[in-house]
């Protein structure tokens, strides 16, 4: 359930709201409206600092009752719009600036995970931007726009802000650079997101507005997605104005207030309330009635067939934006929904001058029952978006217009002039809309019609000769491998430092702590014994006998390593970050080993002639077979592990062996709450993800949305990789294994 207050500071002045949201976008903990996911969300704590996001009404008009109710209803919305316009003081001379205008050419827009693997190869250390346009493109068609996502779910594993985890990006500063003019070279427009949440790790030392400008003009990015919020302060407008780097400022929600006149685009997420579905006639976006020129971009997530959010979004001349890569699990776009997406924003991209009419219509009339259109009039002609909400095919005459001499009729869907019925004064239009589809009819005086639309509908032509309803409508997880980790040579008696854990058949259960996602195939991982991933996880496993060190790896240890092979990374960013000249701060030599990587581990444990453990190695030497949920036993003891640093800025890490009453039953120390610690790597098509096990001591405040800690043995993280420079962290540490005979 939601802990915070759902009710809403009803704020008129801009001042106020600029006032609260700074305040958010500082350090103040989130209180704020953040995104509501259609699934259950999880918070291992119990807790849920989340509001409620806004019903429905807020956002859309409901269509008319019927038929016969358009043009009062319509007339109710021109009254809406003049009050609207009143009360707000709307002023919309942001839409105008030329600098900005490109925002209302934004049709298909892509969230992009950083750790997407077709962004950035790890192993030649360079962005592949023309593979993931490659790859995305020929599923959706040309893309607009990219929000490169690079914080939240690994954003809080350590101290490391939203602002530092940008600059650890692969390159730093000037490499996000160059990534960002590889995307302007392909006429891609580039976003980035600040989290007003995150006001529990490093304070930047600057207020979000500069902080975030500055940034965004380093990289040469073009806008700011704004994460949960739907209302953005004007600081942020007058400092990137300020620098000389405007830039578009683009609200997760649709603005209800003031700040429409500053944000001129935003995404949405277009989904059910309250188990509620989409009604069957169309809604109308409140944003686009009031400012056609604002763009927003429709998206919806977590479900699996599309159809009503991308009929809305085409029913209101609006954009959308594709989110496959879901925090690291895939929930790709349908064959069918791809395709759809392919056609409608290539025939708003190329109508996006009538898709901005002042005058426009929702709910024209039409003639078929469950057919629905939307007019989009300018002085050189008429465009109509109609969307078919039945799920059977609709043939015949669809709508009437008045007779005008000249007049030709296309059908852009199809690629087609039409050949209209003239009778009393008007002209009836013929077409087939297949079930649950689309059309698009342009009316204009110019035959032939002007190039870019002669070649629209040449293209379209030649799409549609395969109808839309062909393509699969089925949804696909995607399977994962876990990366094979070598035995090691057997060793008769233990290694110095390492306890033998004895052979046994154990009932290994866990399950991951992901916020979202439910328990959907594809969340978490998928072990090498199951056929989908999935958040929970029951097997009985037969484990061999093995040696573990008794605590994780520490700086001295790890130094012995890097003096005999001098040891250094191709990817050294954030490499052992707190040495310095190749030595441990004084003191740390018996505090675990931090900032390396998964890469770098495997290395040390490679010289040592060890290997990391797989994740049921390392769960049945914390529990044993009594299912414990804590290594020391069922009750938790706070005296068994270091004190929890909710920070901002960590603190040093507690020694290794300064907690023995942490002690598994096999004597194994230090398995949780000091420092997560690398076990297993799985990979799909587009994600590399690493388990890690034994909650870090590091835990900041503020919001449920960071990488989220956990101490229980059967519970465990997944953390997103991308690279081994932004992979390393300062709660991230490892222990081996030696295998026995």
């Given amino acids: ?9 009803k704020l008129c002045l801009a001042c106020a709201v600029a006032f609260l949201i700074t305040f958010l976008l500082t350090r103040s903990p989130l209180s704020a409206d953040e995104w509501r996911a259609r699934h259950d969300l999880v918070s291992h704590t119990g807790v849920m600092n989340l509001t409620e996001t806004p019903p429905p009404s807020e956002v859309f008009f409901a269509g008319p009752d019927s038929p016969a109710d358009q043009a009062s209803w319509l007339d109710s919305l021109k009254k809406w719009r003049a009050s609207r316009a009143t009360l707000l003081r709307y002023d919309g001379s942001q839409y105008t600036r030329r600098e900005l205008e490109w925002t209302q050419h934004i049709f298909s827009q892509v969230q992009l995970l950083i750790w997407d693997r077709s962004l950035y190869d790890p192993e030649k250390r360079e962005y592949t931007v023309d593979k993931f346009l490659s790859e995305t493109e020929e599923r959706i068609g040309p893309i607009d726009a990219v929000l490169i996502w690079h914080v939240y779910p690994n954003l809080g594993v350590d101290d490391r802000n939203q602002f530092d985890m940008l600059r650890d990006m692969p390159g730093g500063i000037a490499g996000v650079r160059q990534l960002v003019r590889q995307f302007h070279s392909r006429g891609v427009k580039v976003f980035f997101p600040i989290l007003a949440w995150d006001a529990g790790t490093r304070p930047e030392g600057a207020p979000a507005s500069v902080a975030m400008s500055e940034l965004m003009n380093q990289v040469g990015a073009d806008g700011i997605n704004f994460d949960t919020l739907e209302t953005v302060p004007p600081q942020f407008r007058q400092e990137s104005d300020a620098i000389g780097h405007p830039l578009a400022l683009e609200p997760q929600f649709q603005p209800r207030d003031e700040s ?9 997420d277009w989904v059910t309330w309250e188990g509620k579905p989409y009604p069957f006639v169309p809604m109308v976006s409140k ?12 998206t919806d997530r977590f479900t699996r067939d599309k159809t009503d959010s991308l009929q809305h979004a085409f029913f209101n001349g609006q954009g959308y934006a594709t989110l496959e890569n879901l925090w690291g699990f895939w929930y790709g776009d349908t064959p069918h929904d791809a395709e759809a997406i392919m056609r409608f924003t290539r025939i708003e991209r190329v109508m996006a001058d009538y898709l901005r009419s002042p005058d426009w219509e929702p709910h024209a009339p039409m003639i078929q029952a469950g057919v629905f259109a939307t007019r989009f009039p300018l002085h050189e002609g008429t465009l109509w978006t109609i969307v078919n909400r039945n799920e059977f095919d609709v043939r015949g005459a669809q709508f009437k217009v008045p007779d005008q001499a000249g007049m030709h009729y296309y059908d852009l869907w199809h690629g087609a002039e039409l050949r209209p019925v003239a009778a009393q004064g008007m002209v009836t239009l013929s077409f087939d809309l297949e079930g649950l589809g689309y059309g698009a009819v342009l009316a204009t005086a110019e035959a032939p019609p002007q190039a870019h639309i002669a070649d629209l509908l040449k293209f379209m032509a030649e799409r549609s000769r395969r109808p839309l309803n062909s393509y699969s409508r089925e949804w696909k997880p995607v399977p994962q491998m876990l990366v094979d980790i070598a035995l090691t040579k057997a060793a008769a008696t233990a290694p110095d430092g390492m306890v033998r854990i004895r052979e046994a058949d154990f009932d290994f259960n866990v399950s991951g702590i992901e916020i979202e996602g439910g328990n959907d195939p594809g969340v978490d991982v998928q072990y090498p014994w199951e056929d989908v991933p999935r958040r929970y996880h029951s097997h009985v496993v037969h484990i061999h006998s093995f040696y573990m060190d008794r605590t994780p790896v520490t700086n001295a240890e790890f130094k012995k390593f890097v003096d005999a092979t001098h040891y250094r990374p ?9 040495w310095k000249d190749g030595f441990y701060p004084q003191g740390w030599g018996n505090k675990p080993v931090t900032w390396v ?26 529990q044993s077979l009594d299912g414990r949920i ?33 002690a598994s039953p096999f004597g194994v120390l230090d398995l949780e709450g000091n420092i997560s610690q690398w076990t297993d790597e799985y990979r799909d098509e587009h994600t590399r993800t690493a388990i890690l096990r034994g909650g870090a001591a590091y835990e900041p405040r503020g919001s449920i949305w960071y990488f989220p800690q956990t101490y229980r043995l059967d519970e465990h993280q997944k953390y997103l990789l991308m690279s081994p420079g932004h992979d390393r962290a300062g709660t991230i540490g490892f222990r081996c294994v030696v295998d026995a005979p």
């Fill in 287 to 298: 944003d686009k009635w009031m400012e056609p020129r604002h763009m927003v971009n429709v």
């Fill in 630 to 662: 804590y290594p020391w036993g069922a009750k938790w003891n706070p005296g068994a592990l270091p004190q929890p640093d909710h920070g901002p800025t960590m603190h040093p890490l507690s020694d290794v062996a300064a907690f023995p009453e942490g």
């Fill in 570 to 578: 191709a990817d050294d960013h954030n490499f052992l970050r707190e």
């Fill in 260 to 268: 429409l006149a500053w944000t001129n685009i935003s995404w949405n």
């Fill in 1 to 9: 359930m939601l802990t915070h207050d759902s009710g809403r500071l």
């Fill in 597 to 622: 990587s998964i890469e770098d581990a495997r290395a040390y444990a490679a010289w040592a002639g060890k290997r990391l453990p797989h994740e049921w190695e390392w769960q049945y030497a914390a």
